[in-house]
């Protein structure tokens, strides 16, 4: 019997036709495609809702353009009073932190990486790993509190006396020693993005065939040779992305940098003073706007913020997939 | 007798190479140290700056005004733990849903233009989430629980679609031929024995994203505002726990200084809480 139906539905194609057309009536696949496409609506809802930002943003700071035209970006004069908005100063703020939080970051997250994939045995990589993962976990707003008092004096009465007894005559090093400033955000911020460095390094490090390291040591170098030629060298790209990454944290990082950079929409050479950044200035101003052009310059000062960091997390992205791809493909 | 000077020559570089490469273990050890410093130090300090703060009053009374003492953060407990629990009825099912799809359906070139959107989209800056929100509500319905909840969600949505894709993806390809060989249509598949197969770790992803977003500031700061009262309805501007943080750190006053510190630690317990309870979840589930 059975045997016969296969055959039947197998080798004779009128007969298979016949029996596929009641089946076509009560389209068993229907919930299928309801679902596939519920499921496709979400998924593309994501990129919709992406231009949808862009879109409304765009829309919203328009009038700041029309208004205030290139100015916008020449000036660094941000005055309610006067109507003059430019972005300059917040431009230069968000710049200056967040290299510092790299420039004090990398070594740390690349170390940390290094050591915890390499070398550390796994009873001591585990515990540490978590703790560094752990600092990704704590909120923003907790961060800026601790940074307002906690980091903030720690500067003021340690870090910032000994710089100024030092390094006094360098212009980097000016001015009175707040505590609060440009310092201490990059400080806090390379807090912020080491698990992310780190984490993205690590994973970089673990696409990296153990024949490379099997072959550094087989030559007869050390440890440390072995890391520079097999690892390092080889990671550099990755490393690379990891730190466009975190960059990207950095630069739209806003709660914990409103509370220690001391708000001042001003330009100073010097990283004891205070500045602002793009994402602080809207934390700072933007529920309370007195004109509708100041709200629209507030929200141009958001599409730079988020322009910049599209792009910049654009390239870091690239770059990591291109480079775990490259692995994969040379095993 | 030049063999033996050779000879002689290596072992001194040798030793040289072999110390430098002592030298860098070290200092490789001292960072990894170095790094994990912050996380016990902030923790410790919020915990014994925030624990004395915590009595009955703190979470059953409306703040008081500046300069007075006493009083609690209520409102903003309550409003935080609403404005959460609607993100999560936005953010879940869709981000689950655009999980799935990537992982059960998401082949090709399309899949890597939606799995870059939603990469893209977990790295907008918080802020920038808010002023979206601010132009697509609050400038038509004003400040409300509803704009904060939203935006809270935009922030989770990408979250737990991408945690659902990796987790599904971790589950193998014959348990789907095994169903779909069974004559199962391919949602039943999916739903009846793929989700529930891997529905702790899926809650796992969820629980992570809702930490993550139960500290969020700035997207709530010109979405829900704020409030120095319970907010009467889901339409009317709501205090949330960080946000009344911090107004509070920045008012000041040693009091309110002082329950920011106590919100502070409610955040972080709650966080900690369930990052740890994940954790030991995993551990448990492989061992």
Not at chain 1, 91 to 116: D, K
Not at chain 2, 154 to 176: C, F, Q
Not at chain 2, 247 to 257: H, Q, R, V, Y
Request: proline share 4%; glycine share 10%; aromatic share 12%.
């Amino acid at each position: 019997m059975v045997t016969e139906l296969v055959e039947k539905l197998f080798f004779t194609r009128e007969i298979s036709e016949e029996i596929s057309l009641p089946l076509k009536k009560r389209d068993v696949h229907f919930g299928d495609k309801v679902f596939y496409y519920l499921l496709k609506g979400a998924s593309w809802g994501i990129v919709f809702l992406l231009l949808a930002m862009v879109g409304l943003i765009l829309k919203m700071s328009w009038p700041a353009f029309s208004t205030l035209g290139w100015t916008f970006f020449t000036s660094a004069e941000w005055n309610s009073w006067t109507q003059e908005f430019g972005v300059l100063s917040f431009i230069y703020g968000t710049v200056i932190s967040s290299l510092l939080a790299v420039a004090f970051a990398v070594p740390v997250s690349v170390g940390v990486a290094l050591f915890l994939n390499e070398l550390a045995p796994s009873w001591l990589a585990r515990p540490l790993g978590f703790l560094i993962e752990m600092l990704a976990a704590i909120p923003s707003i907790v961060y800026g509190l601790w940074g307002l008092f906690v980091l903030a004096p720690l500067l003021r009465t340690y870090v910032q006396p000994v710089l100024l007894d030092y390094f006094g005559w360098f212009p980097l090093f000016q001015g009175p020693p707040l505590g609060v400033g440009m310092l201490c955000a990059g400080v806090l911020l390379a807090i912020m993005i080491t698990p992310t460095i780190s984490a993205m390094t690590r994973e970089v490090f673990k696409a990296i065939p153990v024949s490379h390291r099997e072959a550094a040591l087989g030559l007869g170098a050390t440890r440390w040779e072995m890391l520079k030629l097999a690892v390092l060298k080889t990671g550099t790209s990755g490393i690379i992305g990891a730190v466009i990454l975190g960059l990207g944290r950095a630069l739209g990082e806003t709660m914990a940098v409103t509370m220690v950079i001391g708000n001042k929409s001003e330009i100073h050479l010097s990283l004891f003073e205070s500045g602002q950044t793009m994402a602080s200035i809207l934390a700072n101003q933007y529920a309370e706007a007195d004109s509708d052009l100041q709200l629209a310059a507030l929200t141009a000062v958001g599409l730079t913020l988020f322009m910049v960091s599209l792009i910049i997390n654009s390239i870091a992205r690239f770059i990591v997939w291109k480079v775990e791809k490259g692995f994969k493909g040379g095993k | 007798m030049a063999s033996k000077l050779n000879l002689k020559v290596t072992s001194f570089t040798d030793r040289k190479r072999k110390l430098k490469s002592q030298l860098i273990i070290g200092v490789l050890l001292f960072l990894a140290l170095l790094a994990c410093f912050p996380f016990l130090f902030i923790s410790a300090y919020v915990i014994s700056k925030g624990i004395g703060s915590l009595d009955w009053a703190f979470f059953t009374q409306l703040p008081k005004g500046p300069g007075e003492t006493g009083g609690g953060m209520a409102n903003a407990i309550l409003g935080s733990g609403t404005m959460v629990l609607m993100c999560c009825l936005l953010g879940i099912p869709w981000g689950m849903a655009a999980g799935i799809y990537l992982s059960e359906y998401g082949e090709g070139k399309t899949a890597r233009i939606l799995r870059f959107a939603t990469d893209l989209l977990t790295s907008v800056p918080s802020i920038v989430v808010g002023i979206f929100i601010y132009g697509l509500i609050v400038i038509y319905f004003g400040f409300s629980a509803h704009a904060g909840a939203t935006a809270l969600a935009v922030i989770m949505l990408p979250i737990v679609a991408r945690s659902t894709e990796e987790i599904l993806k971790l589950i193998p390809n014959h348990i789907r031929e095994a169903g779909l060989a069974l004559g199962i249509p391919r949602w039943k598949v999916i739903l009846r024995i793929l989700v529930p197969g891997c529905v702790g770790a899926l809650v796992t992803g969820v629980m992570l994203a809702i930490a993550r977003v139960a500290g969020e500031t700035a997207p709530l700061l010109f979405t829900a505002l704020g409030n120095q009262f319970f907010a009467d309805s889901l339409s009317q501007p709501t205090a949330s726990l960080p946000v009344q943080i911090y107004n509070f750190a920045k008012s000041g006053f040693p009091d309110l200084e002082r329950q920011a510190w106590a919100g502070a630690l409610i955040l972080v317990l709650f966080v900690f809480v369930i990052n740890f309870g994940t954790r030991a979840f995993i551990y448990y589930k492989k061992s």
